[in-house]
């Protein structure tokens, strides 16, 4: 994952930029949470080695209920599932990359609320 959400000016939204190396490509989701509804709208998309890059999907809607995608780009397709559990994003991911079959695999993403920091530092 490359970092901790951003959060920006409006305290009930959660931006960020993620990017997951697995399978022998980079997944990326870039967006944003509004917190208070659990509502999601990001671009999901895949870097691709000496291809490139492609945008999979949009991903819009709420995190409760979950947001469901299929893909299909090049070499790879398959279906990603995102949802909140226990505070935290989540997506439960499946793909096909250069013809080998993968997942599912659920995947803890990013906290949707701030950790408690301890006082006894």
């Excluded at 959400?5 to 022998?24: H, K, T």
């Amino acid at each position: 994952i490359a970092g901790p959400p951003v959060y920006a000016e409006d305290s009930n939204r959660i931006d960020f930029d993620i990017e997951l190396p697995l399978w022998g490509v980079t997944w990326v989701l870039k967006g944003y949470v509004d917190k208070s509804t659990l509502e999601i709208d990001a671009a999901f998309s895949v870097k691709i080695p000496i291809i490139g890059s492609f945008q999979l999907a949009r991903v819009k809607g709420n995190l409760q209920d979950g947001v469901k995608v299929t893909f299909g780009v090049s070499v790879l397709h398959g279906d990603a599932r995102f949802y909140s559990s226990n505070g935290w994003l989540y997506v439960d991911l499946s793909a096909t990359v250069f013809g080998k079959v993968y997942g599912p695999i659920s995947i803890r993403l990013i906290p949707l609320f701030p950790l408690p920091v301890s006082q006894n530092v």
